[in-house]
């Protein structure tokens, strides 16, 4: 021991620049952007817009007006670039963590030897433990504001009836969740998250709607997925005039209410004097997507290939890599009007597996139109692939990460080995859509296959 004199451990204290509320950071309104941004009207070429089937059934765009909320068909019209961010929505966006965090993975990158810098958006860190919460929070205070009382909508994973269900009582009002069968029986905990919020949950297809019916009689898609938690929503929301149906992804607004994440991320590297080679997320209906990449169109438009997007999706709903882009429905009935994607068929009987966001067979017009365009690539990974990934986090960077997410991480990863190859210290952002740990039954899954 040195002669040095050290204070007594009773004396420390926790030093003179020791600030909690910086420790603790809270973040104002101020810290939210004003304005969402809008991709439609910055898309190379016009969204194909939808469509009625033209075989004599109802219209389909005449029952989507009837029942969904104004505010946001106003959006999805709307042909500005930025669209206001009302205050409350700001504040509420604030007070669940706006801006989250930028984490540089050093661990990973140093696990991996890569030369790259592998930035990861942290979506998950919001109190729902993924980023729908961005877009819950907006359809809910249009919903109060336009004086309706129950939100009815679809579920894949969980996530999406999670955040509607948190973000329908901060507004005072009741939400009805469809959710794909096969996710609500996997994931007994989220359920349980879900009705402690006072969410009013069906694993779908059920008894409780005309198209539940019709499936559960024909035995068609049995196992459930977003697709017919689509249909049973909208046929509920059809036979309940009082309530309004809303969407989780695919759409304009959803996209567009996701932008905050892009235009933080750009705030974030550009604070750390960084400009990104590539950005990377995981894609269902395309919202952590659109939210990531929109705000950044103008920049692909004028670097091209020296900005790479990629779409992660997962290997056994392979839209983006082995579909067709052309118009579809995207519920297995047909009560959803037609819409131009990239689509396996609706017929197609998607298989079972643990990642329940991604989990669908046709997806959003927006990232049909980037796919088609050449903006966007595309890979696709397997369930073990991305479950292997999600321990590579959890054991370098600690955090355990929703099975979607590992999808986008996975290419993060991809990309750094190449850069190993290349020597091209690479700078690539990631989005960790969401938190796993009400995801477990996937990991317990995977571990059980002996991986
Ligand atoms: C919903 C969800 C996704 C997929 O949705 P997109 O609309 O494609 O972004 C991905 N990850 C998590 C955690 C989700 O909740």
């Known amino acids: 021991m040195s002669g040095e004199s ?27 952007p004003e304005a969402w941004f809008n991709l439609v009207p910055n898309l190379p070429i016009p969204l194909p817009p939808a469509r009625d089937g033209g075989d004599g059934q109802p219209s389909r765009l005449a029952l989507q007006r009837r029942i969904r909320l104004a505010a946001v068909q106003e959006q999805d019209a709307s042909t500005e670039s ?16 706006r801006p989250t965090p930028l984490l540089r993975a050093r ?12 930035y990861l958006k942290r979506e998950d860190m919001l109190p729902t433990g993924s980023f729908k919460l961005n877009s819950a929070i907006a359809q809910a205070y249009f919903a109060a504001q336009q004086g309706v009382r129950t939100l009815v909508t679809e579920t894949g994973a969980g996530q999406w009836g999670h955040a509607v269900a948190w973000a329908a009582r901060l507004f005072g009002l009741h939400a009805v969740i469809f959710w794909a069968g096969v996710s609500a029986r996997q994931k007994p905990g989220r359920h349980t998250v879900i009705k402690l919020l006072g969410g009013e949950v069906y694993p779908s297809p ?21 697709g017919t938690a689509i249909g049973e929503a909208i046929s509920y929301a059809q036979d309940h005039p009082e309530t309004r149906y809303i969407s989780g992804s695919n759409l304009p607004h959803v996209l567009a209410h996701q932008s905050v994440i892009g235009q933080e991320v750009k705030a974030q590297l550009a604070a750390l004097g960084e400009t990104p080679d590539t950005l990377i997320a995981c ?40 579909g067709e882009w052309r118009y579809d429905h995207a519920d297995p009935e047909g009560i959803t009007p037609l819409t131009k994607s990239y689509t396996l068929g609706r017929d197609y009987e998607l298989p079972e597996t643990h990642v329940g966001g991604l989990r669908q067979h046709s997806g959003s017009a927006v ?17 073990t692939e ?35 190859r290349t020597g091209h210290a690479e700078t690539i952002v ?22």
């Open 82 to 97: 930025f669209l206001p961010v009302p205050q409350r929505v700001r504040e509420e966006l604030a007070a669940i963590g």
């Open 6 to 32: 050290r204070p007594a451990p009773g004396a420390m204290t926790p030093g003179p620049d020791w600030n909690p509320t910086r420790v603790v950071p809270s973040s104002a309104p101020d810290d939210v």
């Open 386 to 420: 991305a479950f292997e990934t999600g321990s590579l986090m959890l054991r370098h960077e600690g955090i355990l990460i929703a099975p979607e997410s590992c999808h986008a991480v996975r290419a993060a990863v991809d990309r750094a080995i190449e850069a190993r």
């Open 367 to 383: 990232v049909g139109v980037l796919r088609s365009q050449g903006l966007i690539d595309a890979v696709a990974y397997k369930e």
């Open 430 to 451: 990631a989005c960790v859509s969401g938190n796993g740990a009400l995801d477990l039954e996937g990991y317990t899954a995977h571990l059980g296959d002996g991986a």
């Open 107 to 118: 661990a990973l990158e140093a696990h991996l030897q890569t030369p790259a810098r592998i």
């Open 283 to 322: 894609v269902g209906g395309g919202s952590n997507l659109g939210g990531l990449m929109g705000p950044y169109l103008a920049d692909k438009a004028e670097r091209g290939d020296g900005l790479k997007l990629i779409g992660a999706e997962s290997a056994s709903a392979p839209r983006l890599t082995r």
């Open 206 to 226: 059920s008894e409780r709607t005309q198209v539940g019916k019709a499936l559960l009689r024909d035995g068609r898609h049995l196992l459930g997925s977003l």
